[in-house]
């Protein structure tokens, strides 16, 4: 993870955030982060040229993080991390309670689970392999921090980047207290809903910019971990090819630009 300079102190909120970072509950073997992040990536975006699984074995032993040597007392009480995500957690909560209230609904907020390796979900269990996500079943978020040195490989680091990872799955929370994420059946679909995902975020960061969050300059941070995780560049960064037929995220501009649409408008019907 990488510390930027936004001032996060500006919020109040805080959202409702499980730790299990310290949970015994590991994956076991000794294959790195890294390997476990580009064979997913591959089998994720379905290329259909690679089986994961072929991947996994190739990359079987490397050491860069085993599950096994998690420190159960290191993330006792309250690190710094722990209040990040909670207070970016709880700037969408308060966003999302106007929205939702404007429409006469009620907006039930999501949790966020911390953890490393693996962890249990109500949709099968959750681990790093498959990055931050979020499982409609519980309305929670699964978070494995480490994924984020993955993502400033691919060009996105900050720590307005990672909050912006955080408002995207926030997303998919309200797109599922909407009944939207129900009508995802096609690989065009799941790109509408991924980039709809996006432009909830960028409604996210509008909501916050005038509180001083932000240096001049940072939410540049937030766009370029948009264009970090397009199928195009994830695809050319692991496969060396692109093949647009099996996006299920939409291309890098694509993502920018849905970030940007309601970050500049900051109107949810610019994100129909």
């Known amino acids: 993870m990488m510390c930027g300079m936004a001032d996060w102190s ?11 970072r310290g949970s015994p509950m590991a994956i076991g073997g000794g294959l790195g982060i890294a390997g476990i992040a580009i064979a ?24 860069v993080q085993s599950a096994q040597n998690i420190d159960p007392g290191a993330f006792e009480g309250s ?37 490393r390796a693996r962890t249990q979900s109500a949709c099968g269990g959750a681990d790093s392999r498959v990055g931050p996500h979020y ?40 797109q599922n207290g909407l009944g939207i994420l129900d009508s995802e059946s096609t690989s065009e679909d799941s790109v509408k809903i991924e980039l709809q995902a996006d432009c909830f975020a960028g409604l996210w960061a509008y909501s916050i910019r005038d509180l ?21 560049r994830v695809q050319s960064t692991f496969t060396g090819r692109i093949n647009p037929e ?13 970030f940007n649409r309601g970050f500049e408008s900051g109107s949810v019907a610019s994100c129909a």
């Open 135 to 174: 499982c409609p079943l519980d309305a929670t978020i699964y978070l494995d921090e480490t994924f984020f040195d993955e993502l400033q490989k691919l060009g996105g680091q900050g720590d307005v980047a990672e909050a912006y990872v955080v408002a995207h799955e926030v997303g998919h929370h309200v």
């Open 40 to 63: 997913l990536l591959i089998n994720y975006l379905g290329t259909g040229e690679i089986r994961v699984e072929d991947v996994l074995q190739q990359l079987e032993g490397i050491q």
């Open 246 to 258: 099996t996006w299920t995220h939409g291309s890098s501009a694509d993502r920018v630009n849905a």
């Open 10 to 20: 500006k919020i109040g909120s805080r959202g409702n955030v499980e730790d299990r």
């Open 212 to 232: 001083g969050v932000f240096a001049p300059g940072e939410i540049q941070e937030a766009m370029d971990a948009a264009g970090a995780v397009g199928d195009d």
């Open 79 to 115: 690190d710094s991390y722990e209040v990040f995500a909670s207070t970016v957690l709880g700037s969408t909560n308060d966003m999302w309670l106007r929205v939702f209230a404007q429409k006469n609904m009620e907006y039930q907020p999501p949790r966020l689970v911390l953890f």
